[in-house]
Nanobody
Framework: QVQLVESGGGLVQPGGSLRLSCVASGFPFSIYDMSWYRQAPGKERNLVARISTLGIGTNYADSVKGRFTISRDNAKYTVYLQMNNLRPEDTAVYYC???????WGQGTQVTVSS
């Protein structure tokens, strides 16, 4: 079955950086688009970034453009989210998503605070 396991979250000061990883298994990773979502307390879950199968096509939420970068390593069945210049409003649980099957990881907490 599909498994998505996120890691890399934590507490960081404003302006800092984190890199999230999501290791996938149970499906042919290289032929599927992948996404990252986030959900802040009391708010709905929203798309952060999406990447195409070969990593050529990407799209981002307006709020993270120029600060976050999504990438993937198909040989490692892993998708990444590099987050730079983090802001307090980026605080949320970040989820890895397989759009075509509606599958989710367990999430990783990112907290941006001084």
């Amino acid at each position: 079955q599909v498994q998505l396991v996120e890691s890399g979250g934590g507490l960081v000061q404003p302006g800092g950086s984190l890199r999230l990883s999501c290791v996938a298994s149970g499906f042919p990773f290289s032929i599927y688009d992948m996404s990252w979502y986030r959900q802040a307390p009391g708010k709905e879950r929203n798309l952060v970034a999406r990447i195409s199968t070969l990593g050529i096509g990407t799209n981002y939420a307006d709020s993270v453009k120029g600060r976050f970068t999504i990438s993937r390593d198909n040989a490692k069945y892993t998708v990444y989210l590099q987050m730079n210049n983090l802001r307090p409003e980026d605080t949320a649980v970040y989820y890895c998503n397989l759009p075509s099957r509606g599958s989710w990881g367990q999430g990783t907490q990112v907290t941006v605070s001084s």
